[in-house]
């Protein structure tokens, strides 16, 4: 029932509770194709019938480090790959060292080329769909600490993708400030 087209989602939200009327602006510009992602936040969706649904819709699951609290899988399920990191050894608040971030580099790099790590965590023991690559979208939501705009640039440049210049990063607790390489 998930929309495949912007104008699909704009079908679906015109039929918002009449409560709305007024208080919502719908439009698009242009019609696009939708891709959807699922991340998942409880151990029963460890489950290959789950992985094997999402591989039935195109959907993707969501690639999540979350410190531990929720399950980490990287069962491919669709043409693409949406990871979010929500810190490396806290929840939201801690940063990512430079060897957490090349073990996310190495693993996003396999998924560009249409692989994945030979320690990918699954699901499912059926393997994702074979595609010579993927486009992957990567989100550091570990913003708490203001970390994630520092990880997210130092991901990129060890991705040789290219990073915008960023403000100075406040050391934590000192009043002092550095910029993150």
């Known amino acids: 029932m998930l929309p495949h087209t912007t ?3 704009l079908a679906l939200a015109r039929c918002r509770d009449r409560r ?3 208080r919502s602006a ?3 510009d242009t ?3 939708l891709r959807h992602a699922v991340e998942v936040r ?3 969706f460890r489950d290959p019938r789950f992985v094997a649904l999402l591989r039935r819709h195109g959907l993707a699951l969501v690639v ?3 410190a531990g609290r929720w399950p980490l899988l990287e069962d491919l399920s669709a043409d693409f790959v949406y990871v979010r990191l929500h810190g490396d050894e806290e929840l939201y608040v801690s940063g990512y060292t430079n060897a957490a ?3 996310w580099a190495e693993r996003i790099e396999a998924w560009r080329r249409g692989t994945e790590a030979e320690d990918a965590v699954h699901a499912s023991p059926v393997p994702g769909p074979a595609l010579p690559s993927r486009d992957v979208f990567a989100y550091f939501d570990n913003d708490a600490k203001v970390h994630a705009p520092f990880d997210a640039a130092a991901l990129s440049r060890r991705l040789g ?3 915008p210049r960023l403000p100075r990063h406040p050391l934590p607790n000192s009043g002092r400030y550095y910029q993150r390489q």
């Open 7 to 9: 104008a699909g989602a």
């Open 31 to 33: 019609d696009r194709p």
């Open 26 to 28: 719908l439009a698009i």
């Open 161 to 163: 993708l290219p990073v």
């Open 101 to 103: 971030l090349r073990h």
């Open 20 to 22: 709305m009327l007024g």
């Open 42 to 44: 409880h151990e029963s």
């Open 64 to 66: 999540a480090d979350t």
